[in-house]
């Protein structure tokens, strides 16, 4: 690799449309967990004729308590890797404007030095070729 082509302001577009669909995922997730057991809760048992409150025990119940133990590392997994990697990667984009900076700033630097100009007949190489 040659060098860095990063557009700032292009990251934080891409930034902004992600954390907006990690938003939505977030609510998805908090959805799912909230609903999850009110489901199981409402499919009810395989006995009929109970009268009682409504248990999470039957089969419906038992197939989306055997879906959440599955996923939910799955699940867990993604949301925190997806906030990490949005981080990453504001922390890399700034961490590149900082050093366009310092660049900027040792180069103006630079061309702000006095010249010092050789001596007359000084060609800058020392004798015996060196």
Request: proline content about 6%; glycine content about 14%.
């Amino acid at each position: 690799m040659t060098g860095w082509d990063v557009s700032p302001s292009g990251v934080q577009g891409a930034l902004k449309k992600a954390a907006v669909s990690a938003g939505e995922l977030s609510t998805a997730g908090t959805n799912l967990s909230d609903t999850l057991p009110r489901t199981a809760t409402a499919a009810g048992t395989v006995a009929s004729g109970y009268t009682g409150p409504a248990l999470a025990t039957g089969p419906v119940a038992a197939a989306l308590g055997e879906f959440m133990r599955h996923w939910q590392k799955d699940l867990q997994y993604v949301v925190e890797r997806t906030g990490k990697s949005l981080t990453g990667a504001a922390e890399a984009t700034n961490e590149y404007v900082k050093g366009d900076l310092r660049m900027a700033a040792q180069a103006q630097h630079a061309a702000l030095a006095e010249p010092v100009p050789a001596p007359p007949g000084f060609s800058g190489r020392r004798a015996g070729g060196e």
